[in-house]
Protein backbone atom coordinates (compact mmCIF):
# COMPACT_ATOMS: atom_id res chain seq x y z
CA UNK A 1 0.00 0.00 0.00
CA UNK A 2 2.07 3.47 -1.15
CA UNK A 3 1.57 6.35 0.85
CA UNK A 4 -1.34 7.83 -0.44
CA UNK A 5 -3.56 5.43 0.24
CA UNK A 6 -2.81 4.90 3.56
CA UNK A 7 -2.99 8.67 4.32
CA UNK A 8 -6.81 8.08 2.55
CA UNK A 9 -7.37 4.83 4.99
CA UNK A 10 -5.82 6.91 7.78
CA UNK A 11 -8.17 10.09 7.65
CA UNK A 12 -11.30 7.95 7.16
CA UNK A 13 -10.68 5.88 9.81
CA UNK A 14 -9.84 8.54 12.43
CA UNK A 15 -13.25 10.39 10.98
CA UNK A 16 -15.49 7.09 11.76
CA UNK A 17 -13.99 6.64 15.14
CA UNK A 18 -14.58 11.06 15.84
CA UNK A 19 -17.96 10.25 14.96
CA UNK A 20 -18.65 7.01 16.74
CA UNK A 21 -17.50 8.85 19.98
CA UNK A 22 -20.62 10.92 20.17
CA UNK A 23 -24.29 9.79 21.03
CA UNK A 24 -26.00 9.96 17.43
CA UNK A 25 -29.06 12.87 17.13
CA UNK A 26 -32.25 11.72 17.36
CA UNK A 27 -34.45 10.82 14.48
CA UNK A 28 -37.91 11.76 15.05
CA UNK A 29 -39.12 14.24 17.51
CA UNK A 30 -39.85 11.93 20.42
CA UNK A 31 -39.01 8.90 21.43
CA UNK A 32 -40.43 8.44 24.66
CA UNK A 33 -39.37 6.13 27.54
CA UNK A 34 -41.33 2.79 27.43
CA UNK A 35 -39.73 1.40 29.99
CA UNK A 36 -41.88 -1.59 30.62
CA UNK A 37 -40.70 -2.93 27.44
CA UNK A 38 -38.26 -5.91 28.36
CA UNK A 39 -36.27 -5.14 25.20
CA UNK A 40 -32.23 -3.98 25.94
CA UNK A 41 -31.09 -0.76 23.90
CA UNK A 42 -28.73 1.71 24.51
CA UNK A 43 -31.08 4.14 26.40
CA UNK A 44 -34.83 3.13 26.45
CA UNK A 45 -37.41 1.71 23.09
CA UNK A 46 -39.93 4.20 22.16
CA UNK A 47 -43.57 3.95 23.96
CA UNK A 48 -46.14 4.57 21.27
CA UNK A 49 -46.68 7.50 19.84
CA UNK A 50 -50.48 7.59 20.64
CA UNK A 51 -49.92 6.40 24.34
CA UNK A 52 -47.68 9.99 24.88
CA UNK A 53 -48.93 12.69 27.38
CA UNK A 54 -48.07 16.20 28.69
CA UNK A 55 -47.24 13.88 32.01
CA UNK A 56 -44.27 12.31 30.16
CA UNK A 57 -42.38 15.09 29.66
CA UNK A 58 -43.29 16.60 33.34
CA UNK A 59 -41.85 16.19 37.15
CA UNK A 60 -42.17 18.12 40.05
CA UNK A 61 -39.96 16.27 42.11
CA UNK A 62 -36.79 19.15 42.76
CA UNK A 63 -39.31 21.84 43.60
CA UNK A 64 -38.56 21.46 47.12
CA UNK A 65 -35.26 20.40 49.29
CA UNK A 66 -35.29 17.04 50.14
CA UNK A 67 -34.99 15.23 53.69
CA UNK A 68 -31.60 14.57 54.48
CA UNK A 69 -31.06 11.62 56.69
CA UNK A 70 -28.01 10.58 56.10
CA UNK A 71 -24.41 9.92 57.44
CA UNK A 72 -22.90 12.29 55.09
CA UNK A 73 -25.78 14.76 55.31
CA UNK A 74 -26.43 15.18 51.33
CA UNK A 75 -29.75 14.23 49.06
CA UNK A 76 -29.79 13.84 45.89
CA UNK A 77 -33.08 13.70 43.95
CA UNK A 78 -32.50 12.99 39.98
CA UNK A 79 -34.85 14.08 37.46
CA UNK A 80 -33.76 11.99 34.52
CA UNK A 81 -35.05 9.79 32.35
CA UNK A 82 -35.68 7.35 35.11
CA UNK A 83 -38.26 10.06 36.66
CA UNK A 84 -38.84 11.96 33.19
CA UNK A 85 -39.79 9.20 30.24
CA UNK A 86 -39.62 11.61 27.76
CA UNK A 87 -35.90 12.57 28.37
CA UNK A 88 -35.22 9.75 26.58
CA UNK A 89 -32.99 10.11 23.29
CA UNK A 90 -32.82 13.95 24.05
CA UNK A 91 -29.41 13.86 26.40
CA UNK A 92 -30.01 16.07 29.23
CA UNK A 93 -31.45 16.04 32.85
CA UNK A 94 -31.40 17.64 36.19
CA UNK A 95 -30.67 17.07 39.61
CA UNK A 96 -31.49 18.89 42.87
CA UNK A 97 -28.59 18.41 45.70
CA UNK A 98 -30.06 19.33 49.58
CA UNK A 99 -26.97 19.35 52.11
CA UNK A 100 -27.67 19.90 56.08
CA UNK A 101 -25.16 22.07 58.07
CA UNK A 102 -21.95 21.01 57.05
CA UNK A 103 -23.51 18.37 55.08
CA UNK A 104 -21.19 16.31 52.39
CA UNK A 105 -21.66 15.37 48.21
CA UNK A 106 -18.82 12.78 48.97
CA UNK A 107 -16.26 12.23 45.84
CA UNK A 108 -18.03 10.78 43.29
CA UNK A 109 -17.82 10.64 39.08
CA UNK A 110 -20.52 11.02 36.45
CA UNK A 111 -19.30 7.79 33.65
CA UNK A 112 -21.49 9.62 31.35
CA UNK A 113 -21.44 13.62 31.83
CA UNK A 114 -20.87 16.70 32.70
CA UNK A 115 -22.30 18.22 35.49
CA UNK A 116 -22.79 22.08 35.96
CA UNK A 117 -24.28 23.21 39.21
CA UNK A 118 -26.43 26.40 40.15
CA UNK A 119 -26.32 27.62 43.73
CA UNK A 120 -29.71 27.78 44.81
CA UNK A 121 -28.93 28.70 48.84
CA UNK A 122 -25.51 28.78 50.97
CA UNK A 123 -22.03 28.64 50.17
CA UNK A 124 -20.16 25.45 49.14
CA UNK A 125 -16.79 24.36 49.03
CA UNK A 126 -16.21 22.48 45.57
CA UNK A 127 -13.88 20.65 43.52
CA UNK A 128 -12.58 18.61 41.14
CA UNK A 129 -9.48 16.05 40.64
CA UNK A 130 -7.75 15.48 36.74
CA UNK A 131 -5.67 12.95 36.03
CA UNK A 132 -2.99 14.58 36.67
CA UNK A 133 -4.00 14.31 40.00
CA UNK A 134 -4.64 17.73 40.30
CA UNK A 135 -6.90 19.51 42.27
CA UNK A 136 -9.33 22.20 41.25
CA UNK A 137 -11.05 23.47 44.01
CA UNK A 138 -13.51 27.18 44.72
CA UNK A 139 -16.02 28.20 46.51
CA UNK A 140 -19.29 28.91 45.38
CA UNK A 141 -22.15 31.15 46.71
CA UNK A 142 -25.97 31.43 45.64
CA UNK A 143 -26.41 32.41 42.47
CA UNK A 144 -23.03 31.13 41.03
CA UNK A 145 -22.29 28.39 38.86
CA UNK A 146 -19.25 25.62 38.39
CA UNK A 147 -18.38 22.96 36.06
CA UNK A 148 -17.60 19.38 36.50
CA UNK A 149 -15.78 17.97 33.74
CA UNK A 150 -17.23 14.32 32.47
CA UNK A 151 -15.87 12.02 34.66
CA UNK A 152 -13.47 13.18 37.17
CA UNK A 153 -14.06 12.89 40.47
CA UNK A 154 -15.32 16.12 42.14
CA UNK A 155 -17.27 16.49 45.12
CA UNK A 156 -19.50 19.76 46.97
CA UNK A 157 -19.15 20.27 51.02
CA UNK A 158 -21.66 22.94 52.56
CA UNK A 159 -18.95 25.08 54.59
CA UNK A 160 -21.84 26.81 57.21
CA UNK A 161 -22.35 24.34 59.91
CA UNK A 162 -25.61 26.10 61.27
CA UNK A 163 -27.63 26.64 57.58
CA UNK A 164 -28.46 24.00 54.67
CA UNK A 165 -27.45 24.76 51.44
CA UNK A 166 -28.71 23.59 47.95
CA UNK A 167 -28.14 23.39 44.10
CA UNK A 168 -29.36 22.40 40.72
CA UNK A 169 -27.05 19.96 38.67
CA UNK A 170 -27.66 20.12 34.66
CA UNK A 171 -26.19 17.22 32.71
CA UNK A 172 -25.27 16.35 28.94
CA UNK A 173 -26.82 12.45 29.72
CA UNK A 174 -29.96 11.69 30.10
CA UNK A 175 -29.09 9.06 32.50
CA UNK A 176 -25.40 10.56 33.87
CA UNK A 177 -24.83 7.43 35.99
CA UNK A 178 -22.87 7.95 39.55
CA UNK A 179 -20.22 6.51 41.17
CA UNK A 180 -19.31 7.01 44.54
CA UNK A 181 -15.75 6.64 45.48
CA UNK A 182 -16.29 5.14 49.01
CA UNK A 183 -19.31 3.13 48.32
CA UNK A 184 -18.39 1.77 44.99
CA UNK A 185 -14.92 0.20 46.78
CA UNK A 186 -16.20 -0.81 50.11
CA UNK A 187 -19.83 -1.98 48.90
CA UNK A 188 -19.37 -3.40 45.83
CA UNK A 189 -21.21 -7.28 45.12
CA UNK A 190 -19.56 -9.55 45.13
CA UNK A 191 -17.00 -7.68 47.49
CA UNK A 192 -13.47 -6.74 46.10
CA UNK A 193 -11.03 -9.29 47.90
CA UNK A 194 -9.46 -7.65 50.89
CA UNK A 195 -5.66 -8.08 50.16
CA UNK A 196 -6.28 -5.73 46.84
CA UNK A 197 -7.80 -2.84 49.60
CA UNK A 198 -5.66 -3.35 51.94
CA UNK A 199 -2.35 -3.29 49.01
CA UNK A 200 -4.20 -0.09 47.76
CA UNK A 201 -4.56 1.82 50.58
CA UNK A 202 -1.45 0.78 52.73
CA UNK A 203 -3.90 -0.49 55.48
CA UNK A 204 -4.31 -3.78 57.15
CA UNK A 205 -7.56 -5.64 56.88
CA UNK A 206 -8.77 -4.86 60.00
CA UNK A 207 -9.22 -1.38 59.01
CA UNK A 208 -10.55 -2.64 56.04
CA UNK A 209 -13.31 -4.34 57.90
CA UNK A 210 -14.20 -1.26 60.07
CA UNK A 211 -14.53 0.80 56.69
CA UNK A 212 -16.75 -1.23 55.63
CA UNK A 213 -18.63 -1.78 58.54
CA UNK A 214 -19.48 1.44 58.14
CA UNK A 215 -21.37 1.30 54.93
CA UNK A 216 -22.92 -1.81 56.31
CA UNK A 217 -26.81 -1.30 55.97
CA UNK A 218 -28.18 -0.41 59.61
CA UNK A 219 -30.15 -3.47 61.46
CA UNK A 220 -33.33 -1.93 62.55
Do not use: W
Amino acid sequence: MDSRCFGFFFALFSLTVVALAYDPDTLQDLCVADRTSGIKVNGFTCKPESNITASDFFFAGIGKPAVVNNTVGSAVTGANVEKIAGLNTLGVSLARIDYAPGGLNPPHTHPRATEVIFVLEGELDVGFITTANKLFAKTVKKGEVFVFPRGLIHYQKNNDKAKPASVISAFNSQLPGTQSMAATLFTATPAIPDHVLTTAFQIGTKEIEKIKSKFAPKKV
